[in-house]
């Protein structure tokens, strides 16, 4: 097939505003699927997303279209909305020559549709825009287009209005890209480059890599050689996806598709890696690859028996081929035993990959509570990255700690501004500037702590919105602050897993939370147990886990009471005993308590 008459594009859009449910009615004008075949979300294959109505995974799919007495080929990638699964969308766009941007005619523009617009901006891909959900009686489309114009500078007149619900208007949108998206760049007849967008790996076939070709073609049985692990591979099948995986005897420039090489070793396969033939890899300049992401929330993964190591190991490799935007490597924790140390773009980031283990692998994890990395200066001028409290060098040698910071939009209705300010100020946020979307709505921009915004920034927002707001952030870089390494000791022993680093200002309060919290959580035993927080060798905070008493006097009926004080003492002696040698037991949800260490009054600020 000629390039002329392929398109590839891809749906980007602010999450919960139909980029899914648009996909399954294009599926079905093109015939992917008969009615019969179609439910809800199609190409929402994995069960979390399903459970969960969110995108985690972009995928592509092969259709065929017909129009003005040709048949198309359109390579369509949906993908995800959610912050935290920014490196999906930047990925599709790099496999992409156009883009359906979605936008809700109830909800308007959202911060998320902000940050995708300006992805596929840079990416230099044709925006095709698209207004959805017209049939709902909430939907208020000519202030949506206001917004539209006003913020992302696109003309009422180019949208598209559309019900990806009832399928109105969704010929208009593949007329659109057929007209308005350039077909792909590439020679089938020149040398084969190809890119590595995505890969899986099958217990029976080994690693299926997802390619998108630039140039030349590739065939079943020619061997392929990979440009940045130099190795060479045969293709023992290849194929499209109709959104199923079916083979075919070909792929040529500009088409989307599948290779399956024998390749049994995850390490082998890289994400943006290019592929070309064996016979001219000389000859072949690589294609430029994908920014590499930066994991920003780091947590330790631990399996609850020491014998799971090894199948956590395995599964994380196997994950990792999946997304390759977590990182993991091995660690040891006092408390918790051997595990690793993950890194994650996002908290829902880190909560999705945790349940895919445990869903996917039978796997039964202990989580640490989440942080991000720090950026220590010495004494000497070294710089050293800090992605756990425990890796901290002694406070003599710390010439400046540097915290993350990031530039966060939140888009909220006006009536929530005050309450919004309130919490960015109270979680050290310096104000940047507001602008007003409609008379209705506003962009406030701050300048905020990472570490600040982490645990419950989000819900924090939506409560004070009633659902309304959203938010989208940027990495500005790392600023030096008064930052302590909080430690937790219990039974006079420190516990590495709920360590924590935070504000000077903010530890004592800070080390009081937890402490309550692990005093509901940690069971009582035999003997008194001390819970400390502690910076330094200064101890800031202190609780008491009183021990389980037993009634020793209850067979003394009357008599002496130097019986009874005999008892008692013998009692005392032994719990002293069991003190020095007895061991505390920590359960999991203890492990959390730091997590959910803060509590916000009724105006959503914090309290003090």
């Known amino acids: 097939m000629s390039t002329a008459l392929i398109r590839n594009f891809c749906i980007v859009a602010h999450i919960d505003h139909g980029k899914s449910t648009l996909a399954d009615r294009i599926l079905v004008r093109c015939g992917a699927l008969a009615e019969r075949q179609m439910h809800a979300q199609v190409l929402d294959s994995m069960e979390l997303e399903r459970e969960r109505g969110i995108t985690i995974k972009a995928k592509a799919v092969a259709l065929r279209y017909e129009h003005g007495g040709k048949e198309y080929r359109l390579n369509l990638i949906d993908t995800p909305g959610h912050v935290d699964f920014s490196y999906e969308v930047s990925r599709s ?25 300006f992805l596929a901006l840079d990416g230099g891909l044709e925006i095709i825009p698209v207004l959805n959900k017209i049939d709902l009686q909430a939907a208020r489309p000519e ?92 293709v023992l099948d290849l194929g499209k996806f109709r959104p199923q995986q ?46 590499e992401p930066k994991p920003m929330v780091f947590c330790g993964l631990y399996p ?74 010495s004494n000497t001028g070294e710089v050293i990255l800090i992605e756990r409290p425990a890796d901290l060098p002694d406070a003599m040698m710390i010439g400046e700690f540097r915290e993350p910071m990031v530039r966060v939009s939140l888009i909220l209705p006006k009536d929530a501004i005050g309450v919004l300010m309130k919490v960015c100020e109270d979680r050290r946020g310096a104000f940047v500037r507001q602008e007003y979307l409609s008379t209705e709505r506003v962009v406030l921009v701050y300048d905020l702590p990472l570490a600040e915004i982490l645990y419950d920034f989000y819900d924090l927002l939506k409560s004070a919105t009633k659902g309304y707001g959203t938010m989208d ?24 897993a709920l360590s924590s680093i935070c504000h000077r200002d903010e530890a004592e309060r800070r080390g009081r939370e937890v402490l309550k919290r692990l005093r509901k959580e940690i ?81 959503g600020g914090r309290k003090r």
């Open 473 to 496: 952030y940027d990495l500005l870089g790392f600023r030096a602050a008064d930052l302590v390494r909080m430690r937790i000791l219990v039974g006079g022993e420190e516990v590495d």
């Open 143 to 234: 202030e949506v287009m206001g917004e539209m114009d006003q913020v992302l500078g696109i003309r009422p007149e180019d949208v598209l209005k559309v019900s990806a619900k009832t399928g109105e208007g969704v010929d208009a949108i593949l007329r659109a890209v057929i007209e308005r998206v350039p077909p792909p760049a590439g020679d089938p007849g020149g040398p084969l480059r190809a890119i590595v967008f995505d890969s899986v790996y099958d217990e029976f076939r080994g690693v299926i890599v997802f390619v998108r070709l630039k140039g030349g073609t590739v065939r079943k049985g020619q061997r392929v050689f990979t440009l940045g692990s130099r190795q060479s591979y045969e």
């Open 93 to 117: 766009l790099a496999a992409c020559e156009g883009a359906l941007l979605l936008v809700d005619a109830a909800q308007g523009v959202q911060a998320q549709t902000m940050a995708n617009f």
């Open 246 to 291: 079916e083979s075919v005897p070909v792929l040529e420039a500009g088409e989307v598709g599948w290779l399956v090489c024998n390749i049994k070793t995850i390490h082998d396969v890289t994400i943006g890696d290019t592929l070309t033939h064996d016979s001219t890899r000389d000859g072949v300049e690589p294609l430029p690859g994908y920014r």
């Open 523 to 603: 069971p009582r035993h035999l003997f008194e147990v001390a819970l400390q927080a502690a910076i330094g060798g200064k101890i800031v905070a202190r609780e008491n886990i009183a021990p389980l008493r037993k009634n020793v006097t209850s067979k003394c009926y009357g008599g002496d009471i130097t019986r009874k004080r005999k008892l008692l003492e013998k009692q005392k002696e032994g719990k002293k005993r069991m003190k020095l040698v007895g061991s505390v037991e920590i359960p999991q949800k203890a492990f959390l308590a730091v997590l959910n260490a803060r509590e916000e009054d009724e105006g």
């Open 304 to 377: 609850t028996s020491n014998s799971d190591f090894e199948p956590l190991r395995k599964a994380l490799e196997k994950l990792h081929l999946q997304d390759s935007s977590f990182t993991y490597h091995p660690e040891s924790s006092e408390a918790l035993g051997f595990g690793f140390r993950c890194g994650f773009l996002g908290l829902l980031h880190m909560d999705i990959v945790q349940q895919r283990l445990e869903r996917e692998f039978g796997l039964d994890l202990v989580q640490t509570a989440p942080n991000v990395t720090y950026e220590i200066k």
